[in-house]
C-alpha cells in the first residue's frame, strides 16, 4: 500500500540537514527549532543594553517548554517575570506567592482577557551573581528558589535544577547582546529586535506546568528590584510611545494584548518512534488553529539527523470503514528504514506542491498548510495520474494525520526514517 509514496521517495535528491536539538545557553541559534512568537514593539526606559526584552521565541517538544527571550537584565537585581498560562484555572488579576522573592508587590496586576497566568519565573542578578525561582500563583502555591545558580558568575548555564515544583529546569543568561531596540519610548527596530540572539533561555518541563494539551500563553516583563515598579518592557509589547509603567497595575487600559500564545493543536499518534543515527527521535508538532475556517496550520519537523538528506512531510486521510495501522520497518528501494509508518491504513498525500521538498541545511522546516488545497489521497490515481498532483479542503469534524519521512544514510541499520506522527482534528 505505500508503494507509490516509497517510489517517490527514493526518487528525490540528496542535501544535508544538521542538528535541531535545543541547547539552553542563553543563545537562540539557527537549528534549535525556535518560532519568533513576539517581537518588541517600543525601545526601553530601562537602559538600552541594561534591560530589554528584544523578541520571544518558543519551541514546544513532546516534553519541554523552550522559550528563548534575547536581551540584557541590568546587574542590579532588577526582576526578569515569565508569566505562564498552561492549565485551566490561574489568575487574570495577579496573586503571587508572598514568599516568592517578593513577587506579591505585583498583586493586583490585570492582566488582558484569556490570559490567566499559573506559574511564574523569576530571574535576577547582581554582585556577580545569578538566581531564579519557579513556583505556582497564589498565596498557597508552592515555589522553588535557587541561589547563585551560576556560582560565582552572573552568566552562564545550568540543567536540571529540581526542587519541590519542578523536575528539571534549565535556566541560561547570555548578557553580551549589545543589538535590539534602543533607549527611548519610541517605536521600537523590529528588525534588530529579531535579530538579536543572546539573552535569556529557559527549559520547562511540560509536566511541572500542569500542561496536558491546547495552547499555552505566556508574558513576559521587567520590573524594579523589589516588584513594584514596572518597565516598558514587555512581551506581548507595549504601544509605541509608552513609557514605564511604574506603579500602573491594569494592562486592559494598554493597546494589544501583553501576552502571546504558544499554539498546538496536534495530538500524538501512538506508535513507535526510533532514534535516528543522531541518537534521538525526530519531532513533528502543529501550531495554530484546528478551525477549518481560520486556515491556520503550520507543521513543524525538528530534531533531524545532522547525516541526513531529503526530508518531506505526507498525511494520510482514512475514508469510511478504513481504519488506522502501522507497517514496521517498510522496503523502500531494496532497503529496509529504521522507523515505521504510523499512519497507514488509508490512502498517502504528498506534500510536494511547488518547492515543498525539503533538503534542508538546519535540521527543521515548517509547512503552512493551505487547508483548502492539501494533497489529497482520496483521488489517488485519478487519471491515471499520482496522488501528489491532486488536493482536497479539510472538513469540519475530519481527522488528518502527518508523518515525517527523511533519509538516514549512516544509521547502519537502513537508509531512511521516520519522525513522530500526528493527527489534527478540524472543527
Not at 523578541?55 to 523552550?66: C, F, I, P, Q
Not at 552568566?155 to 528539571?168: I, K, N, P, R
Not at 541560561?172 to 528588525?191: F, K
Not at 497595575?249 to 499518534?269: E, M
Amino acid at each position: 500500500m505505500c508503494r507509490s509514496l516509497f517510489t517517490a521517495l527514493n526518487a528525490i535528491a540528496l542535501s544535508s540537514l544538521s542538528l535541531a536539538q535545543v541547547t539552553v545557553d542563553g543563545q537562540r541559534l539557527a537549528g534549535e527549532g525556535y518560532t519568533l512568537l513576539s517581537t518588541q514593539t517600543v525601545n526601553t526606559q530601562f537602559g538600552d543594553n541594561q534591560s530589554e526584552l528584544n523578541a520571544a521565541w518558543v519551541r514546544v517538544t513532546s516534553d519541554h517548554l523552550y522559550v528563548a527571550i534575547p536581551g540584557n537584565l541590568e546587574s542590579n537585581f532588577n526582576k526578569f517575570d515569565l508569566l505562564i498560562d498552561s492549565k485551566a484555572g490561574g489568575f487574570n488579576t495577579l496573586q503571587a506567592n508572598s514568599g516568592m522573592d517578593g513577587a506579591s508587590a505585583l498583586d493586583g496586576l490585570k492582566f488582558d482577557s484569556g490570559f490567566d497566568p499559573d506559574f511564574l519565573v523569576v530571574c535576577r542578578r547582581g554582585s556577580f551573581r545569578f538566581y531564579v525561582d519557579f513556583g505556582e500563583l497564589g498565596s498557597s502555591g508552592s515555589y522553588d528558589s535557587f541561589a547563585e545558580v551560576f556560582g560565582t558568575n552572573d552568566f552562564g548555564a545550568v540543567q536540571d535544577l529540581s526542587g519541590s515544583v519542578t523536575t528539571g529546569l534549565d535556566v541560561a543568561y547570555n548578557g553580551l547582546n549589545s543589538g535590539g531596540v534602543s533607549s527611548g519610548t519610541g517605536a521600537a527596530d523590529s528588525s534588530a529586535a529579531q535579530a538579536a540572539f543572546q539573552g535569556l533561555e529557559f527549559g520547562i518541563p511540560l509536566a511541572d506546568l500542569g500542561w496536558t494539551g491546547g495552547d499555552i500563553q505566556l508574558c513576559a516583563m521587567v520590573v524594579s528590584n523589589d516588584h513594584s515598579f514596572l518597565s516598558n518592557q514587555f512581551l506581548g509589547g507595549l504601544p509605541a510611545g509608552t513609557d514605564n509603567l511604574g506603579y500602573s497595575r491594569d494592562l486592559t487600559l494598554l493597546g494589544g494584548d501583553q501576552h502571546f500564545d504558544v499554539p498546538r493543536v496536534d495530538a500524538q499518534v501512538t506508535c513507535s518512534v526510533t532514534h535516528h543515527s543522531g541518537g534521538f527521535p525526530a519531532k513533528l508538532a502543529a501550531y495554530g488553529s484546528d478551525s477549518v475556517s481560520d486556515n491556520d496550520l503550520s507543521l513543524v519537523v525538528t530534531g533531524l539527523p545532522t547525516t541526513g538528506t531529503t526530508a518531506y512531510l505526507f498525511n494520510a486521510f482514512l475514508a469510511p470503514g478504513q481504519t488506522l495501522s502501522t507497517v514496521s520497518t517498510p522496503t523502500i528501494a531494496g532497503v529496509t528504514a529504521s522507523g515505521d509508518v504510523c499512519i497507514a491504513g488509508g490512502t498517502f498525500g504528498r506534500h510536494v506542491f511547488g518547492s515543498d521538498i525539503y533538503m534542508g541545511t538546519d535540521g527543521t522546516f515548517t509547512i503552512d498548510v493551505d487547508l483548502g488545497d492539501i494533497p489529497s489521497p482520496r483521488d489517488a490515481g485519478v487519471g491515471g495520474n499520482p496522488s501528489y498532483l491532486y488536493s482536497t479542503s479539510a472538513l469540519a469534524g475530519e481527522t488528518w494525520y502527518w508523518q515525517c519521512w527523511f533519509r538516514d544514510p549512516t544509521s547502519g541499520t537502513g537508509h531512511s526514517n521516520f519522525s513522530e506522527a500526528i493527527s489534527v482534528t478540524f472543527q
